[in-house]
């Protein structure tokens, strides 16, 4: 099988989004007057992103879902995504699980893969992922303001508490382990979430790297700063299986959770509340926005505590 017959037998398919999907040097879409597109990209590093013996029908899952993701939190709509793959060797048995996931997470979302690329080498996934929205209607980085309320959706820490077992830091219960392995390996974009917060967030991001330095992108943004309630940040059951200070580092700082953290003005607290009970969905308030330029942690007391979390960072190394 040559590069061609690859891509033809494992990722060619109807383009149901777009006039144009692969086959030329170029796929052709259209987007609706009054509509503006919103275009975001991500590149997962065998090692560095996923394990090297990671499921490929998860894999394919995952790649995408953490490209929802970004979508999700500008209030997008999805519709098509391009996927540029670097393979060490013509694996077809993992090609065809990779590919079965792949397209079961986008068959989930009404999202078409409209082109790509596949060369050899380390292996690397990248994925292009575009959507639309109403012009003006994006959820920004840059919308929060002093006052506003800060909200998470769904429980966090829970893929880092995998992590963490898989790298031998602790040792999970079987039963334990095997839940917080699927919230790390099959993330939930919050797709619908992210389109109803258009008009009552005033900021928005998704969660990759750990709760408190993706929020200090909201408030870099934003030019302003954030206090957030330790007692108050929800965080998956299974964590109790871990001792305090890793149980914390997993939900403030963890990262690969995908949920969304927003802020919204506090006469927006009803409406977010009868979402949540519409999705049924947790939606849970964990601080609010400041003056300032840093986010503080505080305790059950509202004293402030050390943050001793800096949160994900592609280029810190372990020695």
Known sequence: MNEFDLI???FKRPAKNADLGIGDDAA???VAAGHQLAISADMLVEGRHFFSDADPERL????LAVNLSDLAAMGAKPSWFTLSLALPKMDEPWLEAFSRGLFAMAGEHDISLIGGDTTCGPLTIAIQIAGSLPRGQALLRSG??????VWV????GGAAAAVMHRTGR???PSDVAERCDL???????RIELGLRLRGIASAALDISDGLLADLRHICEQSACGAEVRLDAVPFVEDLHALPEHLRQEAFLAGGDDYELCFTAAPDQHKAIIALADELELGLTL?????QGNTVHLLDASRQPLPIIFHGFDHFAYES
């Open 8 to 10: 033809a037998h494992y």
């Open 28 to 30: 052709l879409v259209s």
């Open 60 to 63: 394919g899952r995952k790649v």
């Open 144 to 149: 929060a303001r002093a006052g506003d309320e």
């Open 153 to 156: 959706s769904g429980p966090l």
């Open 170 to 172: 602790v040792k999970l």
């Open 183 to 189: 919230r790390l390996d099959v993330p939930v974009p």
């Open 286 to 290: 964990v601080g609010k926005i400041i």
